[in-house]
């Protein structure tokens, strides 16, 4: 398939840069550089944004996600591979992406899960990380990117 346009991203001064800051913010929160590549290519493979599922799956390699996880991120429910942690991330970062799909988009029950193991920095990180990547996913599959976009560049914990 070939790309539309540049990502806009690119395009519009400034922006890449912008999104790569609140990148750098949520990475910084506390919650596992893993984690986070993780909740980046399930909302990724939710959005159906090829670009970013080719891009969060090698950057998800590289902050050290198994195979396990990797092969089976689409039915993580169902397989033993993921932490209770990473469990409640996901289902955080699944509501809030899909929330046309129900009246409370994001219920009590869910928030209260991923609320057990992340402190309202750690969560907001989270639920930032959502956002930034539904972004990324809108700004991708809309231009028709067809390889990893430019202004995803995963950013690692500090140690």
């Not at 992406?97 to 309202?120: G, K, N």
């Not at 930034?132 to 067809?146: D, I, K, P, Y």
Request: aromatic share 4%; hydrophobic share 40%; proline share 4%.
């Amino acid at each position: 398939m070939r790309s539309r346009m540049r990502n806009p991203a690119d395009v519009l001064s400034g922006a890449a840069q912008t999104l790569q800051e609140l990148l750098k913010t949520a990475h910084s929160a506390g919650v596992e550089a893993q984690t986070l590549e993780l909740v980046h290519l399930r909302i990724s493979q939710i959005n159906g944004c090829a670009a970013d599922v080719d891009g969060g799956a090698r950057s998800a390699r590289e902050a050290g996600v198994s195979d396990e996880r990797l092969l089976t991120l689409a039915a993580w429910r169902d397989t033993p591979y993921f932490t209770p942690a990473q469990r409640a991330a996901l289902e955080l970062a699944e509501a809030a992406t899909r929330m046309a799909d129900r009246p409370d988009a994001v219920s009590d029950e869910v928030w209260d899960r991923a609320a057990t193991h992340y402190d309202e920095t750690q969560l907001a990180a989270i639920v930032l990380m959502t956002g930034v990547t539904n972004l990324f996913n809108r700004l991708g599959a809309t231009t028709r990117q067809s390889s990893t976009p430019q202004t995803y560049t995963p950013v690692r914990n500090q140690p």
